[in-house]
Nanobody, 123 residues
Framework: QVQLVESGGRLVQAGGSLRLSCAASGRTFSNYVMAWFRQAPGKEREFVASINYSGRTTFSGNSVKARFTISRDNAKNMVYLQKNSLTPEDTAVYYC????????????????WGQGTQVTVSS
């Protein structure tokens, strides 16, 4: 089992920055791909970014590319999402997710999820 706990979500003004954190516990963290997804009210869950087990390979969704950066610290069992140039369209619940070894951009490929953290961007 892998347990994930997100933190860092809050109300922020458009144009601002925010860093989300995800603390992982359980199995060997460095064997797992980590990802962030988001879900806005009435919308499907959307891929935001992923990072492979070593941290050398990342992918980002088209809507956040060049604005959001995913990173991980395997020594601390942490994954982060740095978000810059936020817009109201970034308002959503952000979820941390993990799966063993193989990267995916599809939410239902991930078996472990956090409870989510709310990010609200005001205009």
């Amino acid at each position: 089992q892998v347990q994930l706990v997100e933190s860092g979500g809050r109300l922020v003004q458009a144009g601002g920055s925010l860093r989300l954190s995800c603390a992982a516990s359980g199995r060997t963290f460095s064997n797992y791909v980590m990802a962030w997804f988001r879900q806005a009210p009435g919308k499907e869950r959307e891929f935001v970014a992923s990072i492979n087990y070593s941290g050398r390979t990342t992918f980002s969704g088209n809507s956040v590319k060049a604005r959001f950066t995913i990173s991980r610290d395997n020594a601390k069992n942490m994954v982060y999402l740095q978000k810059n140039s936020l817009t109201p369209e970034d308002t959503a619940v952000y979820y941390c997710a993990s799966r063993f070894l193989v990267t995916s951009m599809t939410w239902n490929d991930y078996g472990y999820w956090g409870q989510g953290t709310q990010v609200t961007v005001s205009s």
